[in-house]
């Protein structure tokens, strides 16, 4: 799996990025891209340090096995290039139609105003998707709650998404 540049990140997460700033800039001084790779992307209220936490308003997790594609059809969709119906009546992402109609356009809230992260670090991706999740902020009921079949108790985030020392603690998947 490629590896991305870490922005001073002490864990395997990318960002978080405002949306607006990450946009404005991603020529003249870029930050990373998203890897063509599996993992996880996280949408936040707020910015956060090392991991996603329960202060950072997090409203949506989304996984896929390329996250660059995914993220940009979540970018699309999040900021009004989606449908006019409602009911999940997506393009291609349901999160960011779910995102444009039920969260942004009642809450007036701006799109770029929110927080873009995104990990391809993790050890289990299941375990990581499910303790995010518990981390909603915002129900769109778009992201199932589920758990890891193969951990109990799921794998700390930190230890689950964790670089350096972390990573020699526990065996390579
Ligand atoms: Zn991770
Ligand atoms: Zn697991």
Not at 72 to 93: K, N
Not at 161 to 172: D, F, H, I, Y
Request: charged share 20%; with cysteine.
């Amino acid at each position: 799996m490629r590896k991305t540049a870490l922005n001073g990140s002490r864990t395997g997460w990318v960002g978080p990025y405002q949306i607006s700033s990450y946009l404005a800039n991603a020529v003249r001084d870029p930050s990373p891209r998203p890897p063509e790779a599996p993992g996880l992307y996280v949408l936040s209220e707020r910015p956060w340090h090392d991991l996603p936490d329960d202060t950072c308003g997090l409203i949506y997790v989304g996984r896929a096995a390329y996250i660059r594609y995914r993220i940009g059809q979540l970018l699309c969709e999040m900021c009004g290039f989606t449908s006019d119906t409602i009911d999940d009546d997506a393009y291609g992402h349901r999160g960011g139609h779910a995102i444009w109609h039920r969260y942004c356009l009642p809450g007036k809230v701006e799109p770029l105003s929110l927080y873009i992260a995104w990990c391809s670090d993790c050890r289990c991706l299941d375990c990581a998707e499910a303790g995010l999740v518990q981390m909603l902020k915002v129900r769109l009921n778009v992201t199932p709650l589920y758990f890891c079949s193969r951990h109990r108790p799921a794998l700390d985030l930190a230890l689950n998404c964790g670089r350096g020392t972390l990573r020699r603690l526990l065996p390579a998947r």
